[in-house]
């Protein structure tokens, strides 16, 4: 994955696959038949007539179960990103400078820590808290997980006011609107409110489909199986062989600024990148909301095989303004790090740490032969404390689910630490905010 993909559903679920790119040796399949099934093969290492049928039988239902699995699969993860609750994937997205000009995006999104072993935990986040990298204890403390204490100098002291925005679900909530975008994306059947969500195309994985959840900014996800470029069975159609030629980065911008037309969207109100390093079989190209000069972190998203666009997804809400709200000034946005009550998120881990924890494979020299030895008596237990100093601070918008599954983008701001670590608070005043739990 790249910076810029990161907030894709898809994208992050095919990256922490381990197996993404292992293709099973040629009779494979066979063996672990045999071996289930205590068949034997001839003296000639040729297998036995009875093994045949069986291992087509097999593969036969794996292609049926990928097809449907992987559609309700990736609805389910387009629910949780899009419409949890403010949990959503991409509480980790990297603050850089982007391409075409706006500044990059801002999320509150964190839902829950990350555990040493990269697991999320329950609950709500410590303020300050920094994403921790899967990999043993001793990473904990180097990836900056835990407690901080936090410093600053030369922030500004000046208060002042911002302007919010939300999301317009219900205006696009609408046969009409949901119909342009399942006709833009090869769907000729009419749109059906079901099960909670707008459905067009058949739920079961055989022909392409489209589903727009009812949450807060109508997130959709639009799949074709047919042409899924990890599916290469007898129904596909194209062979298991070498992939054909990935579509150029511009035909997935071109692709995707038509979806977003389709859908009653003016495509120049957003910023687009793509990334060629996304695969063999697929180009991968974004579409980012932008106001006020900067990204919002809900993006547009499609995959462009050369067979067509076999996955999309995205959010049909409109976003219009919600007005002024007052907004505290940088220094006090640095103190809010230290203030429980707003869970400050850590958007991006500092450069050199970043690199660090691509090797996290231990070496045969650091493998344990033995558990640690007992603590010496009155020994001073380790209470780690990380010393941050912030340096830099900018104020942004950053989308925030409220409780009725409602979505706002309000002012937030963007704290650089003197490593190049970022953090993320809301710049909200306390006066404007609810507090309340219930």
């Not at 001839?42 to 093994?51: F, V």
Request: glycine share 10%.
């Amino acid at each position: 994955m790249t910076d810029d993909n990161e907030l894709d559903p898809l994208a992050r679920l095919r990256a922490a696959d381990p197996a993404a790119d292992v293709e099973a040796p040629a009779g494979f399949a066979a063996r672990v038949v045999a071996e289930a099934t205590g068949s034997t093969t001839g003296r000639a290492g040729h297998e036995s007539a009875d093994q045949h049928a069986p291992v087509a039988e097999i593969a036969s239902a794996r292609a049926r179960r990928r097809r449907l699995w992987l559609p309700i699969a990736a609805v389910a993860a387009s629910v949780v990103v899009f419409g949890g609750a403010g949990f959503a994937i991409g509480a980790g997205t990297t603050a850089s400078s982007v391409a075409g000009g706006a500044a990059a995006p801002i999320s509150l999104q964190g839902g829950g820590a990350q555990t040493a072993e990269g697991r999320s935990a329950v609950g709500s986040p410590t303020a300050g808290q920094k994403i921790a990298a899967p990999g043993a204890s001793d990473q904990v403390y180097r990836s900056g997980y835990g407690r901080n204490s936090f410093t600053a100098s030369g922030l500004s002291t000046s208060t002042g006011t911002a302007r919010a925005y939300g999301f317009d679900a219900r205006a696009a909530s609408d046969a009409t609107t949901v119909g342009a975008l399942a006709k833009a994306l090869g769907i000729d059947a009419a749109p059906a409110l079901k099960d909670g969500s707008w459905q067009a195309g058949p739920q079961d994985g055989t022909a392409p489909s489209l589903t727009v959840g009812l949450d807060g900014t109508l997130s959709f996800y639009y799949y074709d199986s047919t042409i899924d470029p990890m599916v290469c069975d007898g129904d596909s159609p194209h062979a298991c062989g070498a992939p054909p030629a990935v579509p150029s980065a511009d035909a997935a911008v071109s692709e995707l600024r038509a979806i977003i037309s389709s859908a009653g969207r003016d495509p120049d109100a957003f910023e687009y990148t793509s990334d060629p390093s996304s695969g063999v079989h697929a180009m991968t190209a974004q579409a980012w909301p932008v106001m006020d000069g900067q990204r919002i972190d809900q993006p547009w998203t499609v995959q462009l095989t050369a067979d067509g666009v076999f996955s999309a997804s995205g959010s049909l809400a409109p976003i219009v303004s919600v007005g002024e709200y007052p907004v505290v000034s940088a220094q006090k946005a640095f103190e809010r790090l230290s203030d429980p009550r707003f869970g400050a998120q850590q958007t991006a881990m500092p450069l050199a740490l970043r690199a660090d924890e691509q090797a996290t494979t231990p070496t045969p020299a650091e493998t344990p032969t033995q558990p640690p030895a007992l603590p010496s008596p009155g020994v001073s237990p380790s209470w780690p404390v990380n010393e941050v100093h912030i340096v830099k601070a900018r104020l942004g918008l950053a989308s925030q689910w409220q409780p009725d599954g409602s979505v706002l983008v309000l002012p937030a701001y963007e704290l650089t630490d003197a490593d190049g670590g970022t953090w993320s608070v809301i710049a909200v005043a306390d006066a404007k905010l609810d507090f309340a739990t219930e």
